[in-house]
């Protein structure tokens, strides 16, 4: 498992939205924007279980992550896993809190998040490029 230099752990703590990269069945790429934490050294994200991406890691699990504010980013090369021992609605709700604040995202996981089939991602960094 690649490791975070603190410059990098330092900018991926920040608020911005992930790309998340997976494979089609075809070879061709999907991209999606997605919310992100990190934690112990690994990145996690949460998704429906109906989405094309939740679909694409379970058939191939290699994944590129990207993070950037317009001029500074980092690429997290990666594998990708579906975590079993997880609570992935307690995950969105922590998502949700840090993107939208504590109120909305309460909110939000009740009325809507909490009502769907939703599972956690972790991605497990192999190799890390930055530009910060």
């Known amino acids: 498992m690649a490791k975070f230099d603190p410059r ?3 900018f991926l703590g920040g608020k911005y939205f992930g790309k998340l990269a997976t494979t ?3 070879g061709s790429p999907h991209v999606t924007p ?4 990190l934690e112990d050294r690994k990145i996690l994200v949460n998704t429906t279980t109906n989405r094309v991406k939740y679909f694409n890691i379970k058939r191939d699990n290699r994944v590129c992550f990207l993070v ?9 090369f990666g594998r990708a896993t ?3 021992d997880r609570d992935a609605k307690k995950d969105i709700e922590t ?4 993107y939208t604040g504590a109120k909305a995202g ?3 996981a009740r009325e809507r998040y909490w009502k769907q089939e939703r599972a956690t ?3 497990i960094p192999e190799r890390v490029v930055s530009q910060l």
């Open 95 to 98: 998502l949700a809190i840090r």
């Open 68 to 76: 950037d504010n317009g001029y500074q980013y980092v690429i997290v």
């Open 82 to 84: 579906m975590t079993k």
């Open 8 to 10: 990098v752990e330092k």
């Open 106 to 108: 309460r909110k939000a």
């Open 121 to 123: 991602i972790e991605i």
């Open 24 to 26: 089609m069945k075809d």
């Open 34 to 37: 997605i919310w992100y934490m």
